[in-house]
C-alpha cells in the first residue's frame, strides 16, 4: 500500500500479468470465465462514514464472496497496525480470517478495494492456483480479481495529486486499466462509469491504449503498416533460412522485439506462433497468407495474415 509516498506507473510486470491471464484460462476454462461478465456493483460495496465499521466490513466481505462464488466461505474481519493493506489467513477454511490495515477505520470508502483482493487469495487458494515466490503471487491475485470483475475498486482507490497519495495492490495503476481494459473488450463492458477517481480514469485510458495493441500485432490484418512490413521481412529471411535447410540453416528464433516466431514444421510448410491477443496462450499457424485461427483455449477467432 503506497500511503503518502511515490507511486509507480508504467507497465513493468506485463509479462507476468500476461501470464496470469493465461493462468486464469487454464484453471477456470473459457466457460467459467464467461460466468463474471458482470462487475460487483458499486451500490454493493459501498461503505458509508455511519455504518458500523465491523457489521459493514462483514457485508462487503459477504458480497464479494458472493461475486467470486465462494461455496461455505466466510471471513472474519478484523483491523490492526501493519506496513500492507490487509493480510488474510489462509487455512482450510471454512472460516479465514482477514486483517485490514487501522488506516481503514477512517478510510471506509476503500474497504472494498482491500477486500476484494483479500477475498481473491481465498478464491485462487481453493483452486490450487499461484506462483512461486510472493511478489509473482501477489500480482496473480491482482490480476485475477481484476479480470473476474471485482478490480475496477482496487484502481480505483488509487488516488494521487502533489501533496498526497494512496494505491492499493501490487499493479501498477496503468497495469491495472490494462486488464479492465482486457475485461472491457471481453464482455463489452465500461469500467470508466464505476470511477470515483480522476487518475483512476486517467490510468485506465493509458492501460487501454496498451491493451488495444495487443490486437494490432503482426500476423493479424488489424496490425498497422509498419508492423506488416517488418513482418514480410522477417518472414522471408525465415522461408530463406527454411530453404537452406540442407546446409544446415535454420529458421531465426523467437526475438524479444516482435511477439511471433517463425518455426519448420518438418517437410511441410513453415509456421508462425504468436500470442491470442485474449488470453496470451501462443497459437501456431501455417505461414500460407490469409488464415483464421480458433484460440482453443479462450475460443477467440483470429483474422491472420501470415
Not at 503518502?4 to 476454462?29: K, N
Not at 476503500?110 to 500480482?139: C, K, Q, W
Not at 475496477?152 to 501533496?163: H, S
Not at 485506465?204 to 514480410?232: C, E, I, K, S
Request: glycine share 10%.
Amino acid at each position: 500500500m503506497a500511503n503518502g509516498g511515490p507511486v509507480r506507473h508504467g507497465f513493468p510486470h506485463l509479462d507476468l500479468v500476461r501470464e496470469s491471464i493465461t493462468a486464469l484460462y487454464r484453471r477456470l476454462s473459457y466457460d467459467t470465465v464467461q460466468t463474471f461478465a458482470t462487475s460487483v456493483a458499486p451500490v454493493d460495496v459501498a461503505f458509508a462514514d455511519t455504518d458500523d465499521l465491523h457489521l459493514g466490513a462483514q457485508r462487503v466481505a459477504r458480497e464479494l464472496v458472493r461475486h467470486y462464488r465462494l461455496p461455505d466461505a466466510r471471513m472474519i474481519i478484523g483491523f490492526r497496525e501493519m506496513t500492507h493493506a490487509a493480510d488474510v489467513e489462509l487455512a482450510a477454511g471454512p472460516e479465514y480470517f482477514i486483517e485490514l490495515n487501522d488506516r481503514f477505520r477512517t478510510h471506509r470508502r476503500d474497504i472494498g478495494a482491500a477486500l476484494a483482493h483479500e477475498v481473491m487469495h481465498v478464491y485462487l487458494h481453493r483452486l490450487g492456483l499461484s506462483f512461486p515466490g510472493t511478489r509473482d503471487n501477489e500480482i496473480l491475485t491482482d490480476t485475477a480479481a481484476t479480470y473476474l470483475g471485482a478490480g475496477w475498486l482496487l484502481l480505483d482507490a488509487y488516488r494521487e495529486d502533489g501533496a498526497s497519495s494512496q494505491k492499493l495492490g501490487y499493479l501498477t495503476p496503468e497495469e491495472f486499466g490494462y486488464v479492465l481494459a482486457k475485461r472491457a473488450f471481453l464482455f463489452g463492458e465500461d469500467p470508466s462509469v464505476l470511477f470515483t477517481s480522476p487518475q483512476a480514469y486517467t490510468a485506465y485510458t493509458r492501460g487501454a491504449d496498451r491493451a488495444r495493441l495487443d490486437g494490432r500485432q503482426p500476423p493479424l490484418t488489424a496490425a498497422g503498416w509498419a508492423g506488416r512490413r517488418r513482418y514480410a521481412r522477417d518472414r522471408r529471411s525465415a522461408q530463406d533460412a527454411a530453404g537452406s535447410g540442407a546446409r544446415g540453416h535454420r529458421p531465426p528464433g523467437p526475438r524479444p522485439d516482435v511477439p511471433y516466431a517463425f518455426t519448420p514444421d518438418g517437410g511441410g510448410p513453415l509456421r508462425v506462433s504468436f500470442p491470442c491477443p485474449t488470453c496470451h496462450q501462443r497459437i501456431r499457424v501455417p505461414v500460407r497468407g490469409r488464415v483464421r485461427a480458433r484460440c482453443g483455449l479462450c475460443r477467440s477467432v483470429l483474422e491472420c495474415d501470415t
